[in-house]
């Protein structure tokens, strides 16, 4: 089934049968700049065996169609929306590729994504990002990164060493204890490469 639940988050849902299914959301291009993510997702709608699954999978394969569409990596506002989360450490950045909103939550897609978390209560959340080739995660989800790790060979980073207020990570993982990981594709890998370690990963969280 594909969903559109708003009038700029796609949302493609691929339910299971399992009754004691987890609520999977796997999202792509929060950074214009960062296409890796729509591709694999894509082309994993288009090439995955969703008849039997364990699990609820729901992805966003574009969060930022306005910057992706320019390579840029904020949004019509000029906003990082990594930065824009209603946290506790959200503050008002510089306006440089990094900055945070005029407030938090300034940015509709922000507030179309925390009203869309609500209604999904998601167990695990991948996102999608690059070019850092490390596996991050925030909140509960050590375990789960360090699986995720070993289909794609990237290092676990707990912490990326500089400081990300109003991240989705802080706002679902550390303020709401939702597992959540980041995949850091190295934007120096071909397409073919990326895509073939995500699909083992998607794949196992279909059953996880």
Not at 173 to 179: A, H, K, L, S, T
Request: hydrophobic share 30%; glycine share 6%; with cysteine.
């Amino acid at each position: 089934m594909n969903e559109t639940t708003t009038s700029t988050i796609e949302l493609i849902k691929k339910p299971s049968n399992n009754p004691n299914a987890k609520t999977i959301l796997i999202i792509g291009v929060f950074h214009g700049e960062e296409p890796q993510g729509e591709y694999v997702i894509n082309r994993y709608l288009e090439n995955g065996n969703f008849e039997d699954f364990n699990n609820h999978l729901n992805f966003i394969p574009c969060l930022n169609p306005w910057g992706k569409e320019r390579g840029i990596r904020g949004n019509q506002n000029g906003v990082d929306l990594n930065r824009n989360y209603p946290t506790k450490n959200w503050i008002e950045t510089e306006k440089d590729e990094y900055y945070s909103g005029t407030h938090a939550a300034s940015e509709i897609t922000t507030r179309q994504m925390t009203e869309l978390l609500d209604d999904l209560k998601p167990d695990i959340i991948l996102t999608l990002h690059a070019p850092l080739k490390c596996v991050n995660y925030d909140g509960p989800a050590k375990e789960l990164a360090d699986k995720i790790a070993e289909f794609c060979e990237y290092p676990v980073i707990a912490d990326l060493g500089y400081p990300t207020p109003g991240s989705f990570g802080t706002y679902c993982g550390v303020e709401r204890n939702i597992p959540i990981v980041t995949l850091e594709y190295d934007d120096k890998e071909d397409y073919e490469s990326i895509y073939r370690k995500t699909e083992k990963i998607f794949d196992w969280l279909a059953v996880y």
